[in-house]
Every structure is written in structure tokens, then in C-alpha cells.
């Protein structure tokens, strides 16, 4: 017998979009960059920038000592 109550197998979607982190210049311009070229039909360059997006390191909180 099948259930119906299983949700999707999204296993194969290791690439949903990150979200950029707030205040990351760096992220918000990937983000731009993926959005342009979602827009402009080019949806490998669009997984590029999510993929540097996700794989951007920030730190959780800059200490205040400097
Ligand atoms: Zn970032």
C-alpha cells in the first residue's frame, strides 16, 4: 500500500538558494548577479552564484576588539 502522507524526495535539490547574509556586500551582490541572470535565462551561472553565495564564510559576530 501507498501512503500519500510522504512529502517530496528533495534530495535532489542540494542547491535551493541560500539566502544572502543580511549585510553581506558580498552576498547581496551575488544575489543581484542571480537574480540578473535568472532573469536572462542563464540558470547555470545563477546555481554559480548561489553555490559562492552559500560557500561565502562570515563570521557569526565581529568582536568589537580591534
Ligand atoms: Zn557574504
Excluded: F, W
Excluded at 547574509?21 to 551582490?29: L, N, Q, R, T
Excluded at 532573469?39 to 553565495?53: K, L, Q
Aim: net charge positive; hydrophobic share 30%.
Amino acid at each position: 500500500m501507498k501512503t500519500t502522507m510522504d512529502p517530496p524526495v528533495t534530495l535532489e535539490l542540494p542547491l535551493a538558494e541560500p539566502v544572502p547574509a543580511p549585510g553581506c556586500g558580498v552576498c547581496g551582490a551575488l544575489a543581484r548577479q542571480r537574480a540578473e541572470y535568472t532573469a536572462t535565462g542563464n540558470p547555470s551561472r545563477a546555481t554559480d552564484c548561489s553555490v559562492e553565495i552559500r560557500n561565502h564564510p562570515h563570521r557569526a559576530r565581529k568582536g568589537r576588539r580591534s
